[in-house]
């Protein structure tokens, strides 16, 4: 059983326009074939030329404008098909052809075919070849007499002018005549008494004998002129010559009805705050765009999406009643109003939705949670875009981000005895860099037995609300794997008999030159930030994902010397020093220390992102060397009381703790930087070396308010402010 089209039918004229659907599908065609798309195929009149070739939905109207210079008795063939080829059997299209008002529109005389006009600036001769150019309306593809006549000077007018020769079956091609006459020497021959100039003008009979007039007259081409001279006696056959648009007519083909819009153009601004224009809808682009997402602030208004239908007119609707010049809007599904256009613009008010009672309450489930967008539809119905409805989808501003921060300290880290501290040359990395969200340092877990800590933190953010999430289970269950560790190590060290008193030099006792050499494994920094982001120029909003990788440091060297502990090797003067330091110390239940040390540390950063229209985009890049000295100097008592501290967990652990402690220090360094980074000409890298300035600090300890171990005292000096310009910086290379 055949399936497929069947025939298909002239739905309307209006105009020009002539409007074509689907009429009959063959018996064996399925309801899921109906309703696959629809290629229309448009040939010249012999049905083998192709002239246009277009994709529709099976209950759109396939529309030709055929304008009044090619309306006439030329048929175009118009077929629709499923297969997207031309029936090879049968022809079950249309032979469609436009009509108008039968006219000369312009008339001219040439001295070659379709030339420029040459009535006023020539003058023939008997002999010459000429050419006559009609431009027509009405008459396309049909057959003309042309009728040729001599202006009688002092005559009683047109009725007196003398006829001269007549051209018949004069073809009209794409609403042109282009006739060549090559018989102008016959003419001399017919007048008796030739003046020294002659003028000569045409008539125009359609098919029927009816003469075509312009409107206003039927006398056209006036006037060809010919001088009294005769240059050849050959004549030739007259011809009709449409050189270079021959079966090519000039018909558009597109969606055309006086009822119409041109475009859709939205009015927007990227994430950046640049704006920009989008076309949605464009014919002549073939664009058909139904889905635009922005971003807009939630529950908050102000924000407009200003919308263009461009050349927007509501004149001469085929339908009843008439379309209206407005537009209708509908948010999620429901319609709310409807509006009239003033002029092509329209400002749409938008905003987003976020359940921000849910970022309060829960943020944690707010994380993980999907956003919702807010869709408006607006609907502009005319003739050529009957339901056309452009959604703009709208995001909220949402901001998703969480840091991890893994420290591996040497054992017995000096300060120990503070259950919980910062690590700044990690945390600031989070505070500095591009993952702006988490403004506050990330806390770092110090282990008591050891080294081992750990900061795990999330926020959530939107518009202005910011909101820090409960990751207490999380950390529980990291600090169970640390201490796990911890037990391990424990039941291992009793298998070694090595000496494992501490390395730190406010613990040695030994006699001899106290110093230390420590290496400091890497600390590791992660970040990711998921935030809406609006992508200009284009119809989408993305998830842009940012993230980063800090090692701070990669590895660091520290070698360090107890100056106190050179005085027993300093002469007389020395010893005795060394007697009296002694003597304080154990009167008074103290130990005081002076400690030089040199560093070098070596840290990196790495940043890049993502999004799925972008892809991936490297961040910048940077490797740090640090060089330097630092001295400290300091007193603590020898004395220790048994405070309690509490766990993250909520548990409580008695640790001894001295009874006060003070210390002063003083620190400088040259930082060596190699980054690699971009700017508005692309990649680039860099090198540069800069010095840090000298800082001091002063700071003590004491167990105050209870069982508490705090910080009673603290004093921050700039001896030498860091220089605003580096030392040494290289030109920017740029990578092509």
């Known amino acids: 059983m055949a399936k497929g089209i069947k025939s298909i039918k002239q739905q309307q004229v209006v105009g020009t326009s002539v409007y074509l659907v689907v009429d009959h599908w063959h018996d064996g065609t399925t309801e899921a074939d109906k309703n696959k798309k629809v290629t229309w195929l448009c040939f010249a009149q012999d049905r083998k030329t192709p002239l246009d070739t277009r994709v529709l939905d099976s209950k759109d109207s396939y529309i030709i404008k055929i304008p009044s210079k090619l309306a006439g008795s030329y048929r175009y063939y118009v077929e629709a098909s499923l297969s997207g080829k031309k029936d090879p059997k049968a022809n079950t299209g249309l032979d469609v052809f436009g009509t108008a008002t039968k006219k000369i529109v312009t008339s001219k005389w040439c001295t070659k075919p379709d030339a420029e006009d040459v009535r006023k600036t020539y003058v023939f001769s008997y002999g010459h070849l000429v050419y006559l150019g009609l431009e027509t309306e009405g008459l396309n593809g049909d057959k003309l007499i042309v009728d040729v006549y001599r202006r009688v000077p002092g005559g009683g007018g047109a009725d007196d002018d003398q006829h001269m020769d007549t051209y018949t079956n004069v073809q009209v091609i794409d609403g042109e005549v282009n006739l060549k006459m090559g ?21 125009v009979k359609d098919a029927s004998g009816q003469y075509v007039s312009d409107g206003k007259d039927k006398l056209h081409a006036r006037f060809l002129r010919i001088k009294n001279q ?34 859709i153009i939205v009015h927007d601004k990227d994430s950046n705050k640049d704006a920009f224009d989008f076309t949605l809808y464009d014919p002549l682009q073939k664009k058909n765009i139904t889905r635009y997402e922005t971003l807009a602030k939630s529950n908050e208004e102000g924000k407009t999406i200003d919308l263009t239908f461009e050349k927007t007119t509501n004149k001469g609707c085929f339908t009843k009643p008439s379309h209206k ?13 409807t509006e009239i256009l003033k002029g092509d613009n329209y400002a749409l008010p938008i905003q987003a939705s976020a359940n921000t009672v849910l970022l309060r309450t829960s943020p944690e489930v707010f994380f993980i949670t999907p956003d919702s967008p807010t869709t408006y539809r607006v609907v502009s119905r005319t003739c050529a875009q009957p339901g056309n409805p452009i959604e703009i989808v709208v995001y909220p501003n949402v901001e998703r981000e969480v840091a991890f921060v893994l420290t591996m300290l040497p054992t017995y880290n000096r300060e120990r005895n503070l259950k919980f501290t910062k690590q700044e040359s990690l945390t600031s990395y989070n505070k500095e860099k591009s993952l702006k969200l988490i403004r506050d340092e990330v806390e770092t877990l110090i282990h008591t037995k050891g080294g081992f800590g750990f900061g795990l933190q999330a926020k959530v953010k939107v518009d202005n609300i910011e909101s820090s999430i409960e990751l207490g289970r999380t950390k529980s269950q990291i600090k169970r794997l640390i201490d796990f560790y911890y037990k391990l190590n424990e039941y291992l060290s009793m298998f070694d008999a090595g000496n494992k008193e501490s390395q730190d030099l406010e613990y040695k006792v030994r006699p001899g030159i106290k110093w230390t050499f420590d290496v ?49 090797f300093m002469g007389l003067g020395g010893k005795i020093a060394d007697w009296i330091k002694n003597v304080l110390e154990a009167k008074y239940k103290f130990t005081i220390y002076v400690i030089f040390e040199a560093f070098l540390e070596a840290r990196g950063e790495l940043t890049m992102a993502y999004n799925k229209i972008e892809g991936f985009g490297p961040g910048p890049r940077k490797l740090q060397i640090e060089a330097g000295v630092a001295i400290k100097g300091g007193a603590k008592s020898t004395e220790f009381v048994t405070v309690i501290v509490p766990e993250p967990d909520g548990k409580p652990q008695t640790v001894k703790v001295e009874k006060w402690k003070g210390e002063a220090s003083g620190t400088t360094s040259f930082v060596y930087t190699y980054e690699i980074s971009s700017d508005k000409k692309g ?38 402010e860091k220089p605003d310009e580096p030392i040494a910086k290289s030109e920017k290379e740029y990578t092509i």
């Open 683 to 720: 990649q680039y890298s860099q090198h540069k070396l800069e010095f840090t300035g000298i800082k001091a600090t002063i700071v003590v300890y004491s167990i105050k308010q209870g069982m508490k171990y705090n910080e009673s005292y603290r004093k921050d000096f700039t001896i030498i």
């Open 183 to 203: 018989n102008t020497y016959k003419w001399f021959g017919k007048i008796k008494r030739p003046n020294a100039t002659e003028e000569f003008y045409v008539k």
């Open 520 to 568: 400091e494994p890497p600390n590791i920094a992660l970040a990711l930030r998921f935030t809406n982001r609006k992508i200009g120029n284009t119809q989408q909003v993305v998830t842009q994902i940012t993230g980063g990788v800090a090692l701070k440091p990669i590895v660091k060297f520290k070698i360090g010397v107890d100056l106190m502990s050179l005085l027993q």
């Open 325 to 337: 010049k407005e537009v209708e809007i509908y948010i999620n599904g429901k319609k709310q109003r």
């Open 230 to 263: 005769v240059v050849s006696k050959n004549v030739e056959t007259p011809t009709n010559h449409t050189p270079t648009k021959v079966d090519k007519p000039d018909i558009n083909f597109k969606r055309y009805e006086p009822c119409r819009y041109d475009k």
